[in-house]
T-cell receptor, first 115, second 112 residues
């Protein structure tokens, strides 16, 4: 069964450092997402990406965040200068068509710990 | 924007009993309501969904109901089993928006 894969599974970094989280969405999917989940809290939308550009972003997704699809398979989330409050599980997700058409597939997540 | 509330935050049932989780949403333009199950250390996985033109949907032991007038929807799990233990999230999609808005989650514990 096709799946969304994410790397690394866990990253520990010092405050102020740059972090790149990587995702390989399902190959024929067209919409890509990053969500985050602070420990014990709900899953929060960060950004959606379609046709090589951001289609929507949340208030959380400020200038410290950026996304990129550098080639035909990878989808990355970069945090330029990490803060303690960026510590969370980051989930990549993808779907073939718009999100009200069916299942949004999530990866297993990348846990980011900022010290 | 859309706001989704979910209750209860924790739910403990005995194996074989039923479990009900309820969500309300704020935006009447929301038209798609998926439910996700999240097991420890894993990403959310879709278990059932319902669209705004349908009032109820069932898949084996799982059912979802939608009341558009009241803007609430519920997940029903019958004959619960220990493997149903997980965190369950409801979500809503508004119109042609490109995102899911999640509820706050319900930790379901099925005890023997």
């Amino acid at each position: 069964e096709p799946e969304v894969t994410q790397t690394p599974s866990h990253q520990v970094t010092q405050m102020g450092q740059e972090v790149i989280l990587r995702c390989v969405p399902i190959s024929n999917h067209l919409y890509f997402y990053w969500y985050r989940q602070i420990l014990g809290q709900k899953v929060e939308f960060l950004v959606s990406f379609y046709n090589n550009e951001i289609s929507e972003k949340s208030e959380i997704f400020d200038d410290q965040f950026s996304v990129e699809r550098p080639d035909g398979s990878n989808f990355t989330l970069k945090i330029r200068s990490t803060k303690l409050e960026d510590s969370a599980m980051y989930f990549c997700a993808s779907i073939y068509a718009s999100p009200n058409t069916g299942e949004l597939f999530f990866g297993e997540g990348s846990r980011l710990t900022v010290l | 924007g859309e706001n989704v509330e979910q209750h209860p935050s924790t739910l403990s049932v005995q194996e074989g009993d039923s479990a009900v989780i309820k969500c309300t949403y704020s935006d009447s333009a929301s038209n798609y309501f998926p439910w996700y199950k999240q097991e420890l250390g894993k990403g959310p996985q879709l278990i059932i969904d319902i669209r705004s033109n349908v009032g109820e949907k069932k898949d084996q032991r799982i059912a979802v109901t939608l009341n558009k007038t009241a803007k609430h929807f519920s997940l029903h799990i019958t004959e619960t089993q220990p493997e149903d233990s997980a965190v369950y999230f409801c979500a809503a999609v508004t119109g042609t928006a490109s995102k899911l808005t999640f509820g706050t989650g319900t930790r379901l514990q099925v005890t023997l």
